[in-house]
């Protein structure tokens, strides 16, 4: 597993910032039939690094994968929103991020929360209303 793990991270890291499509399906492919959790995990999260040249691709990529069984792959799913749409204030990430902060896993609930803080880094009340929202829901955790 750790060999096919270091594969999906060096599919991610040859073709980072292409959106190579090729290597999109070849991650999704892994991402849905391997059988261990952290290769799968790992197939999601290195679409974050494909897609983020193009962030307003990966929202429509992940959002299925955010609703799975496999809470690895919800977490996956999550960084990757975090890492492709880092500091965009991207509603369409939020609006899928939003519903994992309230995941019963907590790893996934930890990622969402990761991933809506890469997202809205760099951002102010007046350019993402939803920053308010997050902040404060930090304070009260």
């Known amino acids: 597993p750790v060999l096919r793990m270091c594969g999906m991270y060096s599919v991610g890291m040859a073709y980072a910032g292409t959106g190579n499509n090729?290597?999109?399906?070849?991650?999704l492919h892994?991402?849905?039939?391997d059988v261990n959790d952290d290769v799968r995990r790992a197939a999601v999260i290195s679409i974050g690094f494909?897609?983020?040249?193009?962030?307003?691709?990966c929202p429509n990529v992940?959002?299925?994968?955010?609703?799975?069984?496999?809470?690895?792959?919800?977490?996956?799913?999550?960084?990757?929103?975090?890492i492709s749409c880092a500091g965009?204030?991207?509603?369409?990430?939020l609006n899928i991020l939003e519903p994992m902060i309230n995941d019963p896993?907590?790893?996934?609930?930890q990622g969402a929360l990761l991933a809506s803080a890469m997202v809205l880094v760099q951002q102010n009340d007046q350019m993402c209303p939803k920053l308010k929202t997050f902040k404060d829901l930090l304070l009260r955790r």
């Open 62 to 82: 992940v959002s299925l994968l955010s609703e799975s069984y496999n809470s690895h792959v919800r977490y996956g799913a999550a960084l990757a929103l975090g």
């Open 22 to 27: 090729k290597a999109i399906r070849r991650l």
């Open 30 to 33: 892994v991402a849905v039939s």
């Open 88 to 93: 965009s204030g991207m509603k369409e990430a």
């Open 105 to 109: 896993v907590n790893y996934v609930r």
């Open 50 to 57: 494909l897609l983020f040249n193009a962030p307003e691709q």
